[in-house]
């Protein structure tokens, strides 16, 4: 059993930038995979960003690509997800996620356990 806690969210301007992290309880943290998804009002959660298990590979959502980054502390325990250039569009509740095995990075069904979330709320 792994608990995620997400922290970092809050309400932003246009342009502007967050750090999303998530903290995890167990020391086994590096077995993971870890992924972000978000979920705005009224529609589906769909996948952000993934990052593999040593933090050598990530793959984003075309969305968000080239705007955020996803980085990881292995002692630490935690998962970050950088937010720049932030749009209206952007606001949502992001959750962490973590994959014990190699599952569809973009699938939230690959996960098997995941944060509370943070809200993001971006103004224009």
């Known amino acids: 059993q792994v608990q995620l806690v997400e922290s970092g969210g809050g309400l932003v301007q246009a342009g502007g930038s967050l750090r999303l992290s998530c903290a995890a309880s167990r020391r086994t943290f590096s077995s993971y995979f870890m992924g972000w998804f978000r979920q705005a009002p009224g529609k589906e959660r769909e996948f952000v960003a993934r990052?593999?298990?040593?933090?050598?590979?990530?793959y984003y959502a075309n969305s968000v690509r080239g705007r955020f980054t996803i980085s990881r502390d292995n002692v630490k325990n935690t998962v970050y997800l950088q937010m720049s250039s932030l749009k209206p569009e952007d606001t949502a509740v992001y959750y962490c996620?973590?994959?014990?095995?190699?599952?569809?990075?973009?699938?939230?069904?690959?996960?098997?356990?995941w944060g509370q979330g943070t809200q993001v709320t971006v103004s224009s």
């Open positions: 996620a973590a994959d014990q095995d190699y599952g569809i990075p973009y699938q939230a069904s690959s996960y098997d356990y």
């Open positions: 990052i593999s298990r040593n933090g050598a590979n990530t």
